[in-house]
């Protein structure tokens, strides 16, 4: 039994077995071959080497002719390693006595080479593991031939280990057959683990390598509250977790039970509880949890999920289709929010070295007019069918927010001019997520509807934390007193110019907060639709004086683990039975 420790990014717990994707997306089958197909698939075998070890020999000589021998050295090492007669028999035996698949039995046999490798001592010794790594790829992709299995063609359940997963590739995920995945990389806030949540797959990033030691086939538990994975855990292992997840359903059950009860202050004041969703099927999940509307429609996965980008009439589709389904309730739709970890096959910008401070979002929207104008039109074509507001993503200049608005401006004078119909009051509203739109917000205040937080983003920003990255993931959390001072002040700041102001980032999904936002003057959330019931239930045990008191002693603290331990002694003063 083998126990890693990573970030829970999706809540639940899957047991099941393992499908190892490499980084091209090859899956590694653990396929038993009958007696009598053994000799072929030596054959089959004998061949991918023989391929391999053309291909590199090629490689070789090309590189020799133009850099010179000494840097080509490394494709004879490679050769040789594949040429290796211990490793060939290894194979063999898997392949004659085992009778396990080429495949399986080059993932396992090169991944036990690379794992002895990684754990001898020295410098030199993790790139030799990168080799017998690109070995394996390069015969698995002469094994599989054109094979290649792909995400979406999973038909069989299982669990997904994969060194990363982009947003797209997860929102590929079938939810039906892939019941947790897990990742090498990636941290709380990106993407991949908002869309993990979308789809309620229980999931855990940035375990750090691990997938040398897995070949698929084996059994794995995902612990998605708690961000641990078990490798061939023991029997009692398996019965306590299939305890818990009894044990959640109960609590699950006993909340759903609040759906139809407003998110009501034990003081009367009336908290506006809306949905975060990336696709429009999610609109029924919000409706299931009792939400009052959507407050965060991510628009930019309807990019994601396709290799085209979708025309004016598909986008119409869309989003009318999510604005009649709420029958009269409010749905903001975020303008296309792609870039850094969300880029679609469409036109990439040139290689960035910061994606994240680079051409990302209503700069990207700005730099493509054609595609952004598209977006304006759809969602204006839309608005006859529902409550809908527009949002900007990523505003940090107020020259951005005027030229997006012009954009706008632009695309209803030419629903004018074809006299198409389209909502006239409809609200435009923007993100605030970086700490130049805080500082800036009585400007801002000038020139929109209303404000949402975006903590995912505003946490990276005001930090300087990549919310992607595990290796500084201790560091990304809501709960930095910098962090929730910002928040303050663009609450305050919009209080005073009386533009309504709420939060869509990750922060407001977690109960821990629940009682500070509503202290520092928030009255509308919009969160993960899986968290409401959880919220709602905070919401209708606390008054506002109490969260008001609890607001004013976090903002005099000044640390983040100050401001957690204390919002937990707070938290579990209301929630008693429900451990933080
Ligand atoms: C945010 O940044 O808080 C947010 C809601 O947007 P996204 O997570 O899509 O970047
Ligand atoms: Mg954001």
Known sequence: MERLQGIAVSPGVAIGEVLVMDNEGFRIPRRFLSRDAVDDEMERLDKAIAASTAEIERHRVRVSQQLGKDSAAIFSAHIQMLNDRGLRAKLEEMIRQRHYSPEYAVSRALRYYAKIIQSLEGDYMPERATDIFDIEKRLLRHLFGKRREELAHINAEVLVLAHTLTPSETSHLNPKYVKGFVTEIGGAGSHTAIVAEALGIPAVVGIGPFLSNVSGGETAIIDGYQGVVILHPDE????????????????????????????????????????????????????????????????????????????????????????????????????????????????????????????????????????????????????????????????????????????????????????????????????????????????????????????????????????????????????????????????????????????????????????????????????????????????????????????????????????????KEELSKVLPEVPV
């Open 236 to 567: 009692e292992t398996i019965a306590r977790y299939r305890h818990e997840v009894v044990q959640y359903h109960t609590h699950a059950a006993k909340l759903e039970k609040l759906r139809d009860l407003p998110a009501v202050t034990a003081d009367q004041v009336t908290i506006q509880l809306l949905g975060n969703i990336e696709f429009p099927y999610e609109v029924e999940q919000c409706q299931k949890r009792g939400a009052n509307g959507i407050g965060l429609y991510r628009t930019e996965f309807l990019f994601l999920s396709r290799d085209t980008e979708p025309t004016e009439e598909e986008q119409t589709a869309a989003y009318t289709a999510v604005a009649t389904a709420l029958k009269g309730q409010p749905v903001v739709m975020r303008t296309i929010d792609l870039g850094a970890d969300k880029m679609p096959g469409l036109s990439p910008p040139e290689d960035e070295d910061n994606p994240f401070l680079g051409l990302r979002s209503i700069r990207l929207a700005l730099k493509n007019p054609e595609m952004f104008r598209t977006q304006l039109r759809a969602i204006l074509r839309a608005s006859t069918a529902g409550n809908i507001s527009i949002m900007f993503p990523l505003v940090s200049t107020l020259l951005e927010l005027k030229h997006a608005k012009m954009m706008l401006r632009e695309a209803r004078e030419d629903l004018d001019e074809e006299g198409a119909a389209y909502d006239r009051d409809i609200k435009v509203g923007m993100m605030v997520e970086v700490p130049s739109a805080v500082v800036m917000l009585d400007h801002f205040a000038e020139e929109v509807d209303f404000f949402s937080i975006g903590t995912n983003d505003l946490i990276q920003y005001a930090l300087a934390v990549d919310r992607s990255n595990k290796d500084v993931a201790g560091l990304y959390t809501a709960a930095d007193p910098a962090v929730i001072r910002l928040i303050d002040m663009a609450v305050r700041t919009a209080q005073s110019r009386e533009v309504p102001i709420s939060m869509c980032g990750q922060m407001c999904g977690s109960p821990l907060y629940t009682m500070l936002l509503l202290g520092l003057g928030l009255r509308s959330l919009s969160l993960t639709p899986a968290a409401i019931p959880e919220v709602k239930q905070v919401c209708r045990r606390v008054n506002l004086s109490s969260c008001e008191r609890v607001a004013q002693r976090v903002l005099e603290l000044e640390s983040a683990r100050d401001v957690k331990t204390y919002l």
